[in-house]
């Protein structure tokens, strides 16, 4: 079974600045694809980025770019330019592909954004 | 474009009693899944149906949960008797179905249920 890590149950970053989330997966698959979902308080889970495993590079929207390491099993989400309105809680998740397809999800890090 | 539509958002109900809760998934999408999410966690499938087939319910607690999709559109989401460890969130999200089991799913906002 696949399992996702998300160590960092807690982050702070300064307005402008930029933070990195921290993911760690084990899986036995080779074709898989992650997820970086964003929660914020009124509970509505938006997707932020998403990166295809055989793909070696890194997706990016915006101010949103991820670091993919498939020898590690590590998949960090890099926030550029951090917003008030990025605040929210951030999940990780794996995504099994073909006929058993799920989502594997991890603990989350909530992510505060100072002024 | 409407997102994935979920009723009621909140529910209080006493233990025992049974709770019902509903999702429309975005228009065309043939995948739907149902998650359970505790406080601090992260969302964990219940089930998850292509068309009107419950093709994962490997984690649906069946002694008192169940599920339907008659019309492999909307789906209706039970618990009967409700217990106090059922306080959650129960998310229900959708995706195209249409790229071989690697689509994005994309999550309605979610019912929170407090069983008292």
């Known amino acids: 079974a696949q399992t996702v890590t998300q160590s960092q149950p807690e982050m702070s970053v300064q307005e402008a600045e930029t933070v990195t989330l921290s993911c760690t997966y084990d899986?036995?698959?080779?074709?898989?694809?992650l997820f970086w979902y964003k929660q914020p308080p009124s509970r509505q889970m938006i997707l932020v980025i998403r990166?295809?495993?055989?793909?070696?590079q890194n997706a990016t929207e915006n101010r949103f770019s991820v670091n993919f390491q498939k020898a590690a099993k590590s998949f960090s989400l890099k926030i550029s330019d951090s917003q008030l309105g990025d605040a929210a809680m951030y999940f990780c998740?794996?995504?099994?592909?073909?006929?058993?397809?799920?989502?594997?999800f991890g603990k989350g890090t909530l992510l505060t954004v100072n002024p | 474009e409407a997102g994935v539509v979920q009723s009621p958002r909140y529910k209080i109900i006493e233990k025992k009693q049974p709770v019902a809760f509903w999702c429309n998934p975005i228009?065309?999408?043939?995948?739907l899944y149902w998650y359970l999410q505790n406080l601090g966690q992260g969302p964990e499938l219940l089930i998850r149906?292509?068309?009107?087939?419950?093709?994962?319910d490997s984690q649906l607690p069946k002694d008192r949960f169940s599920a339907e999709r008659l019309k492999g559109v909307d789906s209706t989401l039970k618990i009967q008797p409700a217990e106090l460890g059922d306080s959650a969130v129960y998310l229900c999200?959708?995706?195209?179905?249409?790229?071989?089991?690697?689509?994005?799913?994309?999550f309605g906002p979610g019912t929170r249920l407090l069983v008292l």
């Open positions: 999200a959708s995706s195209s179905g249409l790229a071989g089991g690697y689509e994005t799913q994309y």
């Open positions: 899986t036995s698959e080779s074709d898989y694809y």
């Open positions: 990166q295809e495993a055989y793909k070696q």
């Open positions: 998740a794996y995504g099994s592909g073909g006929s058993n397809y799920k989502l594997t």
């Open positions: 228009s065309g999408h043939n995948t």
């Open positions: 149906y292509e068309n009107e087939e419950a093709v994962d």
